[in-house]
């Protein structure tokens, strides 16, 4: 189980980010949190057929999320 602190700073953190995703014309959401640190994020918009989602969620997304909350151990996309 995720304790409390650590699930509201990964919130924070995907907030920071949606305007730079909501630029372009997508976004995203959290869907889940597993117990080993796999943060589950749903792309939408224009992010959810973007030929670039990948790069975005790993080189963004992902790195971004690692270095605030260095607990994560990866960020997917469902």
Avoid: F, H, W
Avoid at 1 to 7: G, H, L, Y
Avoid at 13 to 29: C, K
Avoid at 49 to 56: L, V
């Amino acid at each position: 189980m995720v304790n409390q602190e650590t699930e509201e700073k990964i919130k924070a953190v995907l907030e920071q980010l949606r305007p730079y995703l909501q630029a372009d014309g997508g976004d995203l959401s959290l869907v889940e949190i597993t117990d080993d640190m796999v943060v589950k994020v749903k792309l939408v918009g224009a992010c959810g057929s973007c030929p670039m989602r990948t790069m975005t969620l790993k080189a963004g997304v992902e790195n971004t999320l690692k270095k605030q909350v260095p607990e994560v151990k990866a960020v997917e996309a469902v």
